[in-house]
């Protein structure tokens, strides 16, 4: 009986640490970017914007992008957060995760 709560309660402490540590983001390693290196890459073949501190790379959009590609130009290699959000639906960002590269290093 007492061996049976042990593993009650060592299932219950496991839950409770599991709900509290996103297992999945462990192990996985964050690429850290430096605004060294984002501000390099500001051009039509090579382009890198921020938003929320997340590096998006999205030289393979910059052709499709309904908005046309000067205004990415324009801002190729900043941080874009505020023009982004003053011009898209949010949810746009869940397309584009996967140009996600990285966060700025703090
Ligand atoms: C991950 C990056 C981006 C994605 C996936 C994206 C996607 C889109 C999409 C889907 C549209 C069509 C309109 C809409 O559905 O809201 C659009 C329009 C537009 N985007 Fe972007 N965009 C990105 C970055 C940017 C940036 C960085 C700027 C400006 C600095 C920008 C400026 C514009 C403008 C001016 C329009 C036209 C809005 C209009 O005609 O009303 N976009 N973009």
């Known amino acids: 009986m007492s061996r049976l709560w042990y593993h009650l ?4 402490f496991l ?3 599991m709900k509290y540590t996103n297992t999945e983001e462990i192990g ?3 690429n850290l970017i430096d605004w060294n290196e984002i501000i390099k ?3 039509f073949n090579d382009l890198w914007i921020v938003i929320n501190h997340t590096v998006y790379d999205i030289t393979s959009f910059i052709q499709y992008h309904p908005g046309g590609h000067d205004i ?3 801002n190729a290699g900043k941080d874009v957060t505020d023009i982004f959000f003053d011009i ?3 949810d746009i960002l869940k397309n584009a995760e996967k140009f996600i590269i990285g966060k700025v290093l703090p």
């Open 72 to 74: 990415l130009i324009y």
């Open 9 to 12: 309660v060592n299932k219950l």
């Open 41 to 43: 890459h500001n051009t």
């Open 28 to 30: 996985k390693s964050v």
């Open 88 to 90: 898209h639906n949010k």
């Open 15 to 17: 839950q409770s640490i």
